[in-house]
Nanobody
Framework: QVQLAESGGGTVQAGGSLRLSCVAS?????MAWFRQVPGKKREGVAV??????HYADSVKGRFTISQDDAKTTLYLQMNKLKYEDTGMYYC????????????????????WGKGTLVTVSS
């Protein structure tokens, strides 16, 4: 089992920035950020492995995913935040290379954190 703990959520005005963090209890093959708004499906935001990070089209050019050297802490730098970025942000980790390389959001995520809330005010 891998435990994941997110932090860094909060309330920010549109156009502002936030940095989310996620600490994993052990290293996995890839880590990712997802988000969910009540009443909507969870959507993938960004995933990072040993290849180029993959981003959802809605966040390209505004969000940056990164990890520390130990590959156990995940970050999401969110700039130029929009109202529609509001949601609960979840950290996910996966131990299967095929899932991580697929860039298929439904396939990614063997382990999940409890989430951190991001609210962007317009």
């Amino acid at each position: 089992q891998v435990q994941l703990a997110e932090s860094g959520g909060g309330t920010v005005q549109a156009g502002g920035s936030l940095r989310l963090s996620c600490v994993a209890s052990s290293r996995t093959f890839c880590m990712a950020w997802f988000r969910q708004v009540p009443g909507k499906k969870r959507e993938g935001v960004a995933v990072i492995s040993d290849r180029q990070p993959h981003y959802a089209d809605s966040v390209k050019g505004r969000f940056t995913i990164s990890q520390d050297d130990a590959k156990t802490t995940l970050y999401l730098q969110m700039n130029k935040l929009k109202y529609e970025d509001t949601g609960m942000y979840y950290c996910a980790a996966d131990v299967h290379p095929a899932d991580c390389y697929s860039n298929s959001w439904p396939d990614i995520g063997d382990y999940w954190g409890k989430g951190t809330l991001v609210t962007v005010s317009s």
